[in-house]
């Protein structure tokens, strides 16, 4: 049974750095494009970013050139390392996985939540001041 599990939220004043961690388990996750998702109060969740099994990454143009997700496959973890972060950067932060054993996804899949078959529990990030 896959599990995911996150770690790192708490409360950031704004311009400051949060670094979040994602521990998977019960598969193999090298072959398998993994994520990060946020939602905050009374608003859909949104996808933020996506790194694939073979090195690419995508980011929400929101938080690209804030935020750098890196995994490490050796370990089955994927982190999201936050930095200059704003007020409207405040949600519940989800990561997810797509199925190890779908392949990369094309175009439009990658920010598409019906992609990911699995999802942590979510850790809250709060950045005010």
């Known amino acids: 049974q896959v599990q995911l599990v996150e770690s790192g939220g708490g409360l950031v004043q704004p311009g400051g750095s949060l670094g979040l961690s994602c521990a998977a388990s019960g598969g193999v996750f090298s072959p398998a494009t993994l994520g990060w998702y946020r939602q905050s109060p009374g608003k859909e969740r949104e996808w933020v970013t996506s790194?694939?099994?073979?090195?690419?990454?995508m980011y929400a143009d929101s938080v690209k050139g804030r935020f750098t997700i890196s995994r490490d496959n050796a370990k089955n973890t994927v982190d999201l390392q936050m930095n200059m972060l704003k007020p409207e950067d405040t949600a519940v932060y989800y990561c997810?996985?797509?199925?190890?054993?779908?392949?990369?996804?094309?175009?439009?899949?990658?920010?598409?939540?019906?992609?990911?078959?699995?999802w942590g529990q979510g850790t809250q990030v709060t950045v005010s001041s």
């Open positions: 997810a996985v797509v199925d190890p054993g779908h392949p990369e996804p094309r175009g439009s899949a990658w920010t598409n939540s019906e992609t990911y078959s699995y």
């Open positions: 790194t694939g099994p073979y090195g690419r990454t």
